[in-house]
């Protein structure tokens, strides 16, 4: 073990390289007039995994108001909603704690792993989104092995100049009334922007009058989807620096969500408390809120042979679950203070890395970098799922890209991770008396009162990538990746115990798991030539131990659940792919099809993993003129036959969608409108991998979408 | 070099391309849930408290492959989900207590059915809404649950539903 530490360090240390955790920094100083395109085409030349740069026009076409679900619109991501508001994403059939959002370089931190737990990012304020598919840990650290999504800024204005935008967001489907300010100055050295953003929306609709509920048949009020309501508040500040070979940006942000929960889905169908209270804008019990603090900054200098960058983080995320207070126990009583809040959790996340870069010498250039990473979460509510719990994490790699001739490339490295959890123990003086009554013996209530036991565990790991960047004539980009990546289990995962609202479901945490490991595959090919585009990316994901919740088959103490579902590992399949294609069919018309495949494969079980994505494809037409673009989608999602022990299958359907963007000129302002309208036809039809899909809660239905966006700036002297 | 390069590029793709056939799992294990069939108690049903004869309990119950255990669990509903706040109140009245009941038993086979008189309701039970819940799990972990309400009352006429 010391040795291969040792090994790991020597490593690191011999080779001093570091990756700089944003490309386009280091573009940028080697070039300032870097436009968009080249940085596109160099951030995916320079990775080994598929790369999809998600810029400006891209976000204006597919802007929803919610990132996810417009970073959907590329083959291999899909939104796992909670409602029609907020989602958090899935990389090729990855989601939760396997899938790193970063945003200016740190690593978002909230409580990823809960299934009606949305990403807290301000739609209107992202500019630039990096994905990267397949097993991304090397870079981006344990959590990163399905993918990542790289929330980044743009390049500032070249000029002096004051700059900002107005924006305005409206949605039929639940009466989203959105808007948005920016006030931005670029002097000199200085770049600043602040944005607020403020979203509201009511209960949204759906496409049905009943829905169907543990077998029992539940009306749906004006076709209103009750009490799913919800606000979003949200603060943005950024700042950079930039002199000479010198560069820092500090960011803070201020992120609040408040979403109501569907009442008939939260515990037994019944009918009162789904009915109808004449208002499809309030936000009554159950809800959640979540509020997200968030503080960086980055320090940056480029010396002749090495470029040095430190990066420094503070997160808050404060997430609190509201429903009135109820018990099974019969002897508890509701707290004095706030009674109805069931569930807190309060996680303090501190991060830092370091990374150095030493460019081009001959055809090498050499990457390295540290990252700390120290986690506290704090809880409260009357209901008990996951402890209070420390955890603190450290990971050092090296990076090497050889540049073997004018077309191939060919990247390796190597990462040692370290991982350290300290759950503190939980006991539930109700429970012991609940089961006391309901006359367990005593060796019973001594096993099931304690909640969760203290768990002290160690995690140490080495991982490794290797793979080849092929770039033939231009025309052709062939890339091929080979990672062992591994990941630390989640708190969740080693020591949640309860039961958490909507899914019946008895959690139970194992603190024995060890942590994940896997093989990754990837090939990706791209074509381009006059005309036409294609790209082909398959991928493998073999896991010797892949962490997933297995119904055991034992019956749960705690009232109102089933069997127990306990964290177990087992070896699991991963395959699939996604397949781009373009051609400009007339001089302003286009076509593009993208379509995308993920087979999940349980191993032991013989059975497929839970929330594996179904099949999809878009076929879309658009047209283009100067400022003007309209676009026609056929967007299809097969059925999901493919289903773990106790998920249902889920229907595929067919959807239209339509949508343009218009620029007009008035008064020496650009005007930017947007419309779009989807699923046209109204379809009924289920999200496999939505909240609300297990209490059979159909998809929005057609939905209207207008958004304004006004532009201006003011050049400076 | 450039034949060198080339044979990199093919000695990395004959890789991929073989990992790619390779791995090819076999036959799927079982995902299909077992089948609840709850005839009595029905949905609305009032039962009587203090009947000593017991619950007439009557279900069959299915499965594709093995059937494994089955669990009951009933619970007070008063007042929608503000019931805790009822039960502190009943506790200081000491004069009725909320019923619950909750157990278990295994079964095995493919189809069973189940008739018995095994859940008797006190004469110090509170009357009024509760819930009935009946889970079945098989062998290989699948579980199907099912919901009814149900009133506990002193006054039960024949069964309405």
């Known amino acids: 073990m010391r040795a291969k530490i040792i090994l790991a360090m020597l490593l690191v240390v011999s080779v001093l390289s570091v990756y700089t955790q944003d490309s386009i920094k280091i573009v940028e100083l080697e070039n300032i007039t870097v436009t968009g395109l080249s940085f596109k085409s160099a951030s995916k030349r320079n990775s080994a995994l598929p790369v999809d740069v998600v810029g400006k026009e891209f976000l204006k076409e597919h802007f929803t108001g919610n990132l996810i679900q417009t970073l959907e619109h590329t083959p291999g991501v899909r939104s796992m909603d909670i409602g029609s508001g907020f989602s958090k994403p899935m990389i090729r059939g990855m989601g939760f704690n396997r899938v790193s959002v970063t945003e200016n370089g740190i690593k978002q931190e909230g409580q990823q792993w809960g299934s009606d737990h949305g990403l807290e990012i301000d739609a209107f304020n992202v500019e630039l989104v990096i994905i990267r598919k397949g097993p991304s840990s090397l870079l981006y650290g344990s959590d990163a092995m399905g993918g990542t999504i790289e929330i980044s800024q743009t390049p500032p204005p070249l000029d002096n100049q004051i700059f900002g935008d107005v924006a305005l967001l409206e949605k039929t489907v639940n009466g989203t009334l959105g808007g948005s300010m920016a006030l931005g100055i670029k002097k000199n050295a200085w770049y600043c922007k602040l944005r607020y953003s403020e979203q509201h929306f009511g209960d949204y609709r759906i496409p049905a009058d009943t829905i169907v509920y543990l077998t029992q048949r539940m009306p749906v009020h004006d076709r209103r989807l009750k009490n799913t309501a919800g606000i979003e508040r949200n603060f943005n500040f950024y700042t950079a620096y930039q002199k000479g070979r010198y560069l820092s940006n500090y960011a803070l942000s201020n992120i609040y969500q408040k979403v109501g929960f569907f009442p008939g889905a939260h515990g037994i169908p019944d009918a009162s408390r789904i009915q109808d209270d004449g208002d499809s804008r309030n936000i009554e019990l159950p809800y959640s809120t979540v509020n997200h603090f968030k503080l960086t900054s980055h320090q940056q200098y480029a010396w002749d042979k090495l470029i040095g960058s430190w990066d420094v983080g503070y997160q808050n995320n404060h997430r609190e679950e509201w429903s009135l207070f109820h018990t099974h126990y019969g002897m508890q009583l509701p707290p004095e203070d706030n009674p109805d809040k069931e569930l807190e959790f309060n996680l303090n996340t501190y991060s830092s890395s370091l990374k150095v870069m030493i460019p081009k010498s001959y055809s090498c250039e050499y990457r390295g970098g540290w990252d700390v990473q120290y986690q506290q979460n704090q809880i409260d509510g009357y209901s008990f799922l996951l402890p209070k719990y420390n955890r603190f994490t450290i990971g050092m790699f090296g990076l090497l890209n050889w540049k073997m001739s004018k077309q191939l490339l060919l990247i390796g490295g190597l990462r040692y991770d370290y991982g350290r959890v300290d759950i503190t123990q939980y006991k539930d003086p109700y429970l012991k008396e609940y089961l006391q009554s309901a006359g367990y013996d005593d060796n019973m209530i001594e096993k099931y009162e304690w909640r969760s036991y203290e768990v002290k565990r160690n995690f140490g790991d080495f991982s490794g990538s290797f793979g080849m960047v092929w770039n033939l004539k231009d025309q052709h980009l062939l890339k091929a990746n080979i990672g062992n990546s591994f990941r630390l289990p989640g708190a969740n995962e080693l020591a949640a115990n309860g039961v958490h609202h909507g899914t019946f479901r008895h959690e139970q945490g194992n603190p024995t798991l060890n942590s994940e490991r896997g093989w990754q595959l990837d090939a990706s090919y791209q074509h381009e030539s006059k005309g036409m585009r294609m790209s082909l990316s398959p991928f493998i994901n073999w896991f010797s131990n892949y962490i997933y919740l297995k119904p055991t088959g034992e019956w749960s103490v705690l009232p109102h659940t089933g069997q127990i579902y306990r964290y177990t590992e087992n070896k699991a399949f991963f395959a699939g792919a996604e397949l781009t294609f373009g051609v400009d069919l007339f001089a302003r018309l286009d076509y593009s099809f993208a379509g995308e495949y993920v087979y999940t494969y349980n191993l032991d079980e013989r059975t497929p993993l839970s929330f594996s994505p179904p099949p999809s494809m878009r076929n879309t037409l658009t047209w283009r003129k100067d400022e003007l673009q309209f676009f026609v989608e056929l967007h299809s999602i097969a059925s999901q036959k493919r289903v773990a022990k106790n998920e249902d299958p889920t229907m595929g359907a067919h959807l239209i969608n339509l949508g343009g963007n218009i620029t007009l000129p008035i008064d020496k302002m650009m005007i930017e409108i947007g419309f779009s309208l989807q699923n046209l036809s109204d379809t009924k039809y289920y999200n496999h991998l939505s909240f609300y899909r297990k209490v059979e809660i159909p998809e929005p239905g057609r939905n209207l979408q207008l958004l304004i966006k006004i532009p201006f700036k003011n050049k400076l002297k | ?161």
């Open chain 2, 1 to 161: 070099m450039k034949t060198s390069v080339k044979f990199t590029v093919i000695c990395l793709m004959a890789i991929f391309s073989l990992s790619f056939i390779s791995c090819n799992p076999d036959d799927e294990g079982d995902t299909v849930k077992p089948v609840i069939n709850l005839l009595e108690p029905a949905e609305g049903d009032i039962l009587k408290i203090g009947d000593d004869h017991g619950v007439h309990f009557d279900m069959e119950l299915s499965d594709n492959v093995m059937l494994k255990s089955y669990k009951v669990n009933i619970h007070s509903n008063f007042d929608g989900h503000k019931h805790a706040r009822s039960h502190a109140h009943a506790r200081s009245s000491e004069a009725t207590v909320n019923f619950s009941f909750n157990k278990s038993w295994d079964v095995t086979g493919k189809n069973t059915s189940i008739h018995h008189h095994e859940i008797v309701i006190p004469e110090n039970a509170t009357p009024g809404n509760y819930h009935l819940m009946v889970y079945c799990t098989d062998a290989a972990g699948n579980e199907s649950h099912i919901a009814r309400n149900i009133v506990l009352s002193h006054e039960v006429e024949e069964h309405t539903h």
